[in-house]
């Protein structure tokens, strides 16, 4: 029954989730290009609003947890375990004055409307994994942008998704490229709950009647270890969070 309710609900997701990123495209053009970073921030805030209602065509519900008194005057690394493309949107709007910029591939930069404008031009570092060397490059230049402007970021250190919710061991190297350019970057895990089942039977159906959860754990003091170290504290911490 779930399955079909999933059939029924898919297109009308779908429509909401397309029209938005195609409304979005040239507004973040406009915003950017005339206006510059702040305006087009702005855009992409309110498109990734959208997008998170999305979910909701689906009966699946959005909460997101934060309790921290996180600062806004300091870079932050969120580190958080990835289960699809459904966790990034509501990190984007609720993690907004933080101005989280994310670690993507670099095959994302083309061909998607509003998605790869934004990670061209918002900041990201867009990543080529066959090119070690680039991709470390690119890290240390968002680190180096993070430090500058006080951005935050957002990395997912297990490499790929967890198709069945279990969370895989975080790897440190994207971490302390980062941290390379930017050493005073405070480490905070994000735990990411149910956003597989979305995905569960692929892109048709997506999984209705599902309650996601994004909980801001507490903070990690960099200096409390090496990267090695404190990146698997965070991995501790998310899987405890998640009962695992």
């Known amino acids: ?14 429509i909401f989730f397309g029209l938005s990123l195609l409304v979005f495209h040239p507004l973040q053009w406009m915003a950017y290009n005339w206006f510059g970073y702040t305006a087009h921030k702005r855009v992409v805030d309110a498109l990734n609003w959208c997008l998170t209602a999305s979910y909701y065509c689906l009966g699946n519900t959005v909460t997101f947890i934060n309790n921290q008194n996180l600062p806004l005057d300091r870079s932050i690394i969120f580190i958080a375990n990835h289960q699809s493309t459904y966790d990034i949107p509501p990190m984007i709007y609720f993690l ?21 404008y934004n990670l061209k031009y918002g900041g990201a570092a867009n990543i080529d994994r066959k090119d070690q060397r680039q991709s470390i490059t690119e890290l240390m230049k968002l680190g180096e942008r993070m430090k500058a402007n006080t ?7 297990e490499g790929t998704r967890s198709k069945d919710g279990q969370v895989k061991t975080f790897q440190s190297a994207g971490v302390a490229a980062i941290m390379k ?51 698997l504290k965070a991995e501790e911490a998310v899987k405890k969070c998640l009962g695992q």
């Not at 670690?103 to 061909?111: A, H, N």
């Not at 999984?207 to 270890?225: A, C, H």
């Open 1 to 14: 029954m779930r399955k079909i309710f999933g059939i029924i609900l898919t297109p009308i997701h779908y």
């Open 96 to 116: 907004r004055k933080y101005h989280a910029k994310f670690v993507s591939k670099i095959e994302l930069t083309k061909g998607i409307p509003s998605v790869s």
């Open 151 to 157: 951005w935050g970021c957002v990395i997912f250190p």
């Open 181 to 231: 350019r930017c050493p005073d970057a405070l480490i905070v895990p994000i735990a990411i709950k149910n956003s597989w089942k979305m995905v569960q039977w692929g892109a048709f159906p997506l999984g209705p009647f599902n309650t996601m959860r994004w909980e801001v754990l507490d903070p990690i003091d960099p200096k409390s270890g090496t990267v090695a170290e404190v990146v």
